[in-house]
């Protein structure tokens, strides 16, 4: 136990001291994250000390549910008793006690729920100094504590400094995400190096960490869309950093998630269109001002960035009913955008038309729509006249811009995509009425 301590403490002391501050409330947690981390160390000693740590601050703090299951796992070895305490002779416990942890793990989550944000923040920088093998265990055990985030997240009347715990929360899925890129980097640098458990243990984090937070409460998904968002465009359009976010938002999936992207892409959208239409009104009520061209509005950075991330949510929708009920919204973003930009936006925008119309054709038969009419037009957009609409140029497996100074060119470029778009949308449609509907939703 005295070495559990030590290394609590060691870890505090090599932190930053800018990177948090330990508070007494925080010692439990802190002591619990680190025991548990170490109940998968490759030192025997280290597995007894952390063990034995969790039995003395279970009975410290009279968490009942964990001290019933360790007296209950002591029970089946070899055991006597020492006035009212319980002592394990001999106890060895194995490298591999994932299932211990995490049933461990479980109850203690359940029993100590008011120790969930020091818990957490102490497993983001424990999971960085960690080795692979303790990395894989954390990942095992976070759920139950990630589930009780939520509780943290959600409006209450009872709890009177909601606003300062939500900025909590916010810290910590700041924290999941930076150790969710600096694993991505890990990964991408060993591709070359063929080291395949390190690869899927990036996979690993999004398995354990981010699908399971897909499914908590609205209150804890409008937190961690809003950090990731503000995440990727702080760190730039086509930034690593910006590309794992999106990757980060794939795996919670979801209508929801999509919903709130599309929606917050097509607001700074409307709000550019509203400036420049009526500039003076607008610049009474707002820093933006109007600009010659659309990269070269402040808002250009957040469009970009969105845009990669949209592109990522548009493939494979869930359900036929899905891959409709963002349709106006996508062809509303894609004519926007067209011809905007450098390669790299001008072939999001072309991949995002291209994942809308795949989607559309993979669910037809289950959405009612016209599937072949969508597979036709799904091999339309890839023909070389469809790329040039779009400003991209084929050459080989790579894409180059394709140069046109003419406004003429342009906006035949504009009519041409809408014009496909618009038989996207009949084709899409699963009756005349709905068909309507959605054009409404495009103009």
């Known amino acids: 136990m005295a070495q559990i301590i030590r290394a609590a403490r060691s870890r505090l002391r090599d932190g930053p001291s800018e990177e948090r501050s330990l508070r007494p409330s925080d010692v439990p947690g802190t002591l619990l994250n680190v025991a548990l981390l170490n109940l998968s160390s490759g030192d025997e000693s280290l597995r007894l000390g952390a063990y034995n740590l969790v039995y003395e601050l279970s009975s410290f703090f009279k968490w009942e549910l964990a001290v019933s299951m360790l007296k209950a796992t002591c029970a089946s070895w ?5 006035g009212p305490k319980l002592t394990v002779d001999g106890l060895n416990i194995p490298n591999n006690a994932l299932a211990f942890t ?65 900025k909590v929360v ?58 990731v968002i503000h995440i990727a465009i702080d760190a730039g359009f086509g930034s690593e950093k910006a590309e794992c976010a999106a990757d980060v938002l794939v795996s919670m999936g979801g209508t ?17 269109c509203v ?4 500039s003076r009104q607008i610049i009474a009520r707002t820093y933006l001002k109007p600009s010659p061209t659309l990269m070269d509005n ?7 960035t969105l845009s990669r991330i949209v592109l990522a949510l548009s493939f494979n929708p869930t359900s036929a009913l899905d891959a409709q009920l963002f349709l106006p919204e996508l062809l509303h973003i894609i004519t926007l955008l067209l011809g905007s930009g450098p390669l790299l936006i001008r072939q999001t925008v072309y991949g995002l038309a291209v ?8 669910s037809a038969a289950t959405g009612g729509m016209d599937s072949g009419a969508l597979q036709r037009l799904l091999m339309r957009l890839q023909s070389k006249e469809m790329h040039a609409h779009f400003g991209i140029v084929q050459h080989g497996t790579s894409f180059e811009v394709l140069k046109s100074d ?26 005349m009425g709905k068909l309507a509907q959605l054009r409404t939703g495009t103009s």
């Open 78 to 82: 070899s055991t006597h008793r020492i």
């Open 102 to 166: 995490r049933a461990l793990s479980s109850a203690l989550a359940q029993a100590a729920p008011h120790l969930t944000l020091e818990f957490m923040r102490e497993w983001t920088i424990g999971f960085g100094r960690a080795d692979v093998s303790q990395k894989c265990a954390a990942l095992h055990y976070v759920g139950p504590w990630l589930s009780n985030l939520e509780a943290f997240a959600k409006p209450s009347r009872e709890r009177e400094d909601i606003v300062e715990t939500r």
């Open 170 to 227: 916010g810290e910590i899925i700041r924290g999941l995400v930076s150790l969710t890129v600096a694993e991505r980097r890990v990964s991408c640098r060993l591709i070359t190096e063929r080291w395949a458990d390190d690869q899927r243990l990036h996979l690993s984090i999004h398995q354990h960490v981010w699908s399971k937070i897909a499914g908590a409460h609205e209150a804890l998904m409008e937190i961690v869309i809003q950090e």
């Open 256 to 272: 929801v998630v999509r919903g709130r992207v599309i929606a917050r892409l097509r607001k700074v959208h409307l709000h550019l």
């Open 275 to 278: 400036i420049a239409l009526n």
């Open 298 to 304: 402040i808002a250009w950075p957040e469009i970009s």
């Open 355 to 362: 994942n809308v119309v795949q989607s559309l054709a993979s």
């Open 406 to 431: 003419s406004d003429d060119a342009l906006l035949n470029n504009v009519e041409e995509v809408a014009r496909f778009l618009s038989e996207v949308l009949a084709a899409g449609a699963t009756s």
